[in-house]
């Protein structure tokens, strides 16, 4: 196996090639993919084609898969631990926003993982770096933001999934978090909609602050804009980087096999 690994950014995302993600990987390899996957933050694998059974055996070796309670419907009957991601009206889709994977529980996972199985001309996906989105804010602001906790709520997803906004989970998390395997610190926010407030703050303290992070999180220079082909597994560290699901693709078919593992509480 001859692994190479090619930065798409100046920022987040690499591809990697030389490797078949269905074939066995030797734990040299692995050891590689798990550097790879710490430093870029999203892994790009094109033309791997990857049915459930293979996409789970490969999730397996990050973690233990689990399926978010609003996502339930979305299982695969005979993988229930992978969700079909499949084509929603724009009115409906709550993943067009920058958001982490599932803030609004205590533990939300650590690794999202996506099997491409049907594309539509569009349906990109654009990653921030969190960890930059962070590290760009100047040390007085860094110092004000430290022991915020951000109170996170489903709302968009709940939303989608036919549940009451006023039914849907929430949590309370720090806004400032630190990874547990890179010792980084990272911004924690999502998507106005689904972020309720800052503990302690006001709405007319909190809600300028977290609208300046997130419009400063998400600029271009922070971002990887993936266009997804057939076969393509794309792996993201859900806890330091937002993702977003551009809808610019009406009601053609769009087809992503899912695996989220499961991660700790941030902290
Ligand atoms: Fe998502």
């Known amino acids: 196996m001859n692994l190479k690994t090619t930065p798409l950014t100046g920022s987040v995302g690499a591809a990697v090639e030389g490797i078949s993600l269905s074939e066995p990987l030797t734990s040299e ?30 999730a397996r070796l990050w973690g233990e898969p689990v399926v ?58 654009m990653w921030s ?5 962070y590290e760009r804010l100047t040390p007085v602001m860094q110092r004000m933001l430290q022991g915020l906790r951000v109170h996170f709520r489903a709302v968009r997803l709940a939303r989608s999934q036919g549940v009451a906004a006023s039914d849907a989970p929430s949590a309370v998390h720090p806004l400032v978090r630190t990874h547990p395997e890179t010792g980084r610190k990272a911004l924690y926010i999502g998507h106005p909609d689904n972020v309720m407030g800052i503990e302690g703050m006001t709405e007319a303290e909190g ?61």
Request: hydrophobic fraction near 40%; charged fraction near 20%; aromatic fraction near 10%.
């Open 68 to 125: 978010p309670a609003l996502l339930s419907k979305l299982q695969l009957g005979e993988y229930p631990e992978l969700v079909q991601i499949r084509t929603m009206s724009k009115e409906l889709v709550s993943t067009e926003a920058w958001h982490y994977d599932a803030p609004h529980t205590p533990v939300p996972p650590k690794v999202t993982m996506l099997s491409a199985q049907v594309v539509p001309a569009g349906g990109d996906t």
């Open 207 to 267: 809600r300028p602050l977290l609208n300046f992070l997130y419009v400063h999180s998400t600029q271009p220079d922070n971002v990887y804009r993936h266009m997804w082909r057939v076969g393509d597994v794309v792996m993201w560290d859900n806890r330091c980087t937002m993702h977003y699901a551009v809808h610019d693709y009406g009601d053609q078919e769009r087809v992503l096999n899912r695996v989220t593992l499961k991660g700790e509480a941030p902290a």
């Open 29 to 58: 390899v692995f050891e590689l993919l798990r550097e790879a996957f710490l430093r870029h933050c999203v892994l790009v694998f094109r033309d791997q084609h990857l049915a459930p059974a293979p996409q789970l055996a490969f």
């Open 129 to 133: 770096n969190q960890y930059l989105a």
